[in-house]
């Protein structure tokens, strides 16, 4: 572990794509779940004794992989001002979990 | 027996992961609360590398907590009954959804429980991969340190909010 570790004057990209992307995993959860809610799409059950449940986890954390990969690849050797990272990511986290409450459904 | 298998699952899942989850994090979050002090931000690379030790450990038993959650312990949970049966104690979703006092515990919890804490899974990974190779950084990095920490917090609460309800479900119709 101590060799993956970077000194701390290394680009911080990859820590920024790490948050952003969490936010954005966080959010891709709550919005399948609204839109499963609504009737919009339907995740289909990837195992079925656990229902669709596997279906809409499934999807977000694929969501997540890919959006972190993506960013990661994009900013791991860049410094990233992290200004709009933080606020972004929590509020993207902060109306993920949101979407995930089943009072939220009720007002579809 | 004196334990089932599905009651052996639902104990690793909420008492052992989910229980070594809450510890790593809440472990994690004082860990970052107390290097706001100048002696810990300067001392050496030992306890980054303990940090990240213990943010990886946590991130893995939160990703065990969901992922058992999930595929042993929740089809069990919500298995239907056979048509006509009066005695629903083995089917924990029928039992509590027969009493309309009870609804609740599947109509919140158990669906908060299903969602939510995949998204603390995430951000503890975040967390994780940012110990391991920020670790250095994160030590005299006042605002990723505040940031890290704040994840820690929200997967902290998530965590502790979906194991109170596991708890409130587990207590009226436990998986025997």
């Known amino acids: ?108 | 027996m004196l334990f089932s298998d599905r009651s052996l699952w639902t104990m690793a899942h909420g008492i052992v992961l989910g229980g070594a989850a809450l510890m790593g994090l809440a472990a994690a979050l004082f860990t970052l609360y107390a290097r706001a002090s100048k002696e810990l931000a300067a001392s050496d690379g030992r306890e980054s590398r303990a940090l990240a030790v213990l943010n990886v450990f946590t991130a893995v038993a939160l990703w065990l907590t969901v992922i058992v959650g999930t595929y042993f312990v929740f089809p069990p949970y919500r298995a239907t009954p056979p048509e006509g049966l009066t005695d629903l104690s083995q089917f924990p979703r029928s039992l509590i959804q027969a009493n309309p006092d009870t609804v609740w515990l599947h109509a919140f919890a158990m669906e908060t429980k299903e969602h939510a804490p995949w998204i603390a899974a995430m951000l503890a990974t975040a967390v994780a991969f940012i110990s391991v190779r920020h670790g250095l950084k994160l030590r005299t990095d006042p605002s990723l340190r505040a940031m890290t920490a704040t994840l820690v917090a929200i997967c902290f609460v998530l965590v502790a909010f979906a194991s109170l309800l596991g708890i409130f479900v587990n207590k009226v119709a436990p998986l025997q």
């Open chain 1, 1 to 108: 572990m101590a060799d993956t570790m970077r000194t701390e004057d290394s680009p911080n990209g990859s820590a920024m794509a790490s948050i952003l992307a969490a936010g954005i995993g966080a959010m891709a959860m709550g919005l399948i779940v609204i839109l499963n809610e609504a009737g919009v799409i339907a995740a289909p059950a990837l195992y079925g004794p656990a229902g669709g449940v596997t279906g809409r986890t499934t999807f977000a954390t694929v969501a997540w992989l890919i959006a972190w990969g993506v960013l990661h690849t994009r900013w791991k050797n860049r410094d990233i001002a992290p200004r709009h990272i933080y606020p972004v990511s929590l509020v993207l986290i902060v109306l993920g979990i949101i979407g995930t409450l089943p009072p939220i459904w009720g007002l579809l």
